[in-house]
Each structure stands twice: as C-alpha cells, then as structure tokens.
C-alpha cells in the first residue's frame, strides 16, 4: 500500500511537473505570436498628430433607428449642439415601420426620414437608405454612421472633417462611454464600465497603432465615416451577410487597400447597458457576427490582403486559441481532480496546481490588459480609486465570459439574422433643434 502511494504520488508529481511546463511553452509561444499587436498597445502613450482641414466638408449623417425613440433624443440634442455649419450636413434617420414615434422626433430636428421595410439587419437599413440617396443625386463628401444610442462630442463633427485632410477611405472616431456623460449620471454601474473597456481596446490599444502604421483599422459600425467616393464606388452598403456590417467593412478594407485612418479627437459617446444579461446579448451577438464575417472573407483576404493586414485583422483567433487551449487545460485537470477524489486518492488536491495554473493563465492575461487599458484611458474614466480596483479585477472575470460565448460560435456555427431589441437608457422624448 506505502509502494502504492509513492508510485501514485511520484506519477502525479511527474504529470503536474510535465504539465506545467508544457503550459509555461504554450504560453510564450502565444506572447512571442502575439507581440506585435501587444506593442500596439502602447501606441497612444504619445498624443496623436492633430490634423487640420481647411475646406468644409458636406456629410449625411445616417442614424439607423428601427424602434429607438426612448433613447435618440440624447443624439438629436447633440446633434443641434454642433459646431459645425448646420449648412454643411444633413441628417438622415431609417425607420423600418411608417409609424415608428421615432419619424416624429426626427422631423422635429428637419432630417430626412427613410422608412426601409424590408430590413432585417443594420446593413439592410444603410444600404437602403444610401441607394436611395445615390438614386436623388445627392452629393455628399463623406457618410457617417452613428447609431441611435449614441451621443456625441460638441466639436465631432469639426474633429471628423480634420481627419478628412488623412486622405483615408474609411475613418474611425474615439468612442467613450456614454453613461459617464454628467446628463446620464446614476446609469452607470460596474456592468457598464467593463463592457465599456472595450473602446479603449479597439481604439487607443488598437487603431491608434494601426492608424500610424498603415494598417487597416478595427471598423465600428459608430462614429464610422465612409468617403463619398468609396461609397459611390460600392453603389450602396454591400455588406449584409452577417450582423456585424461593420467587422465585414473591415475584412473588405483589408482585400481590397481600402486606406483607414483613426482620429482620437472627434469622440463618439456609447451607450452601454446597467443590465448583465443585455450586455451578454450583445456580446453574444457580435462575436457571432465577428466569426462569421472571418469565415466570409478568409479567401479574400488570402488573395488580396497584404501579410501585415491579414496578421492584424486576424490577429485576435490567437487568444481566441490560447484562451481556448488554457480554458481546456484547466477542465481537465478540475475533472482528473474531482475523479481522483471519488476513487478515494488521498492526492486529488495535488491536480489542483494546473487546473489553478490554466485557470490564472487566462484570468493574469486578461488582467494585465485591462491594467494597461485604465492606464491608456485613465484621462477619460470618472472612476474613484476603489471603483477602479474593482473594474480592475472584476474584468478580467467579465471577459473571461467571451469564452463561452466564442465557444459557442466557432463550434454551432450559428448566427441569428432576425433583429433582437436592446433594452435601452432612455433619452428626452422632445428634441427640437
């Protein structure tokens, strides 16, 4: 029996030993893969170049706005506090039913109503709108996309036309929390300010580096201007197979030497939901979107994005595989554990050390990225000191959650095309501009 035991316990002190190491590799083999966009991060450190723009640019605003009238008077009032010449754009809100409470609102502030009955989708709803644009005539110099939960800066629409001098076909505008606003005071909450981590990440931890170097930014389907001539050139919104029209517009960018450019000057405020579950179902919904969109343009990009794009636009199925890997290893050994206590091995504590190790793999690797990320954004997040610690640690446990929903993607393949409505925060009703 003593023999027994030695033998068991040198077996497990072998297999946690070889364990250990083979995660230790595993995880510099994925840092070394992954460098180059975790030198990225840092590429806000230093304030961006301020661009200048001399001419006055005409812009169409197009607020896709399907059931959204409780929450787009925050965009109308925003929209009339404009510095911009109101002569210089135009504001165009798509509706799905003639009798959306929003047409009301948005005639109200003098925009153009388009009523697109046959959307299922975001992308529906732009490319309907914009073909009928084309149709007219009209001629715009620049699209911008802002979603109808959205706020905006006084001087966005100034910061956006400067950014216009980039030459760029797509550019990307800063996006901030909108529930940080003073107005929105008391709708903000822990759920809030983690998912809103995630605009540091695209942004300043990602386009700002991207934007310097060349590279093709993350697209955002907010705060997102399209070249008048681009769109011209594309006859309308083509990207309509999936719900992420934004991550396709990347991918698009990215084949086809479509240049992008990223201006942390013009700040686009985003609405984030109080509620868990809202905030999963989002998340949910927008990886699908991002893995489907992968696979639509994983040809395309083979065949016509450069090596340096193609690395950045796909460099994010790295952790999807780390963290799939550690989150494996870590059940594995959570289950070899459990089985060896029920078998009656007075050792099954010991396979607690790698099912531990995967464990703060994921949980150390997500919290040093939000350690940078409130440290890139710290001038822009109202928190006090202990509310940062706790969006510090909790965080990482929230993102972990991306696990189970990338699973839940890559595996089912599934992607839901009906609309789902978002609970919202709600907005003044009456906006008159």
């Not at 404009?82 to 929003?102: A, M």
């Not at 590279?215 to 705060?223: L, N, S």
């Not at 289950?335 to 091995?345: D, Q, R």
């Not at 839940?408 to 095309?417: G, H, N, Q, S, V």
């Amino acid at each position: 029996s003593r023999i027994l035991r030695r033998n068991q316990e040198k077996f497990m002190e072998k297999l946690i030993e070889i364990s250990l190491k083979i995660l230790f590799w595993i995880t510099v083999g994925f840092v070394v893969l992954y460098l180059p966009r975790i030198i990225g991060w840092f590429g806000a450190l230093r304030p961006q170049k301020r661009l200048t723009n001399d001419k006055k640019s005409r812009f169409a605003l197009l607020v896709p706005a399907r059931n959204e009238s409780l929450a787009i008077g925050d965009l109308f009032r925003a929209i009339g506090e404009q510095d911009y010449d109101s002569d210089f754009f135009d504001v165009h809100v798509i509706v799905k039913e003639p009798d959306d409470p929003t047409i009301e609102m948005a005639e109200n502030i003098g925009a153009h109503v388009h009523v697109v009955p046959e959307q299922t989708c975001k992308g529906d709803a732009l490319d309907g709108a914009l073909k009928t644009i084309l149709t007219a005539g009209e001629k715009y110099d620049a699209y911008l996309i802002i979603d109808a939960d959205c706020a905006l800066a006084p001087d966005f629409l100034s910061r956006m036309n400067d950014a216009m001098a980039s030459g760029a076909d797509v550019i990307c505008a800063k996006k901030l929390v909108k529930n940080h606003l003073p107005a929105k005071k008391g709708t903000s909450n822990i759920w809030t300010d983690c998912n809103g981590v995630i605009w540091t990440l695209i942004d300043d931890m990602g386009n700002r580096f991207k934007s310097d170097h060349g590279i093709t930014c993350m697209t955002v389907g907010t705060g997102l201007l399209l070249r008048g001539s681009l769109i011209e050139k594309l006859g309308g919104w083509p990207y309509r197979e999936t719900l992420t029209e934004d991550i396709e517009l990347m991918y698009d960018c990215a084949a086809n030497g479509y240049s992008t450019y990223y201006t942390s000057y013009a700040k686009c405020y985003v609405e984030e939901s109080p509620v868990h579950s809202m905030t999963n179902k989002r998340r949910w919904r927008w990886m699908h979107g991002v893995v489907a969109s992968r696979r639509l343009y994983r040809k395309k990009l083979r065949q016509g994005g450069n090596l340096k794009n193609r690395y950045y636009t796909t460099a994010l199925g790295l952790t999807y595989l780390y963290m799939g890997i550690c989150t494996a290893y870590f059940a594995f050994f959570a289950c070899a554990s459990l089985f060896t206590a029920l078998i009656g091995n007075p050792l099954w504590y010991r396979m607690l050390i790698p099912a531990a190790a995967g464990f703060g793999a994921i949980y150390l690797s997500f919290f040093l990225m939000t350690a940078c990320a409130l440290i890139v954004e710290h001038k822009n997040l109202p928190y006090k000191f202990f509310h940062r610690l706790a969006v510090l640690f909790v965080h990482p446990l929230f993102y972990m959650e991306y696990i189970r929903i990338v699973g839940d993607a890559i595996l089912f393949k599934k992607e839901r095309r009906g609309w789902e409505g978002i609970e919202r925060v709600e907005a003044p009703e009456e906006v008159h501009v």
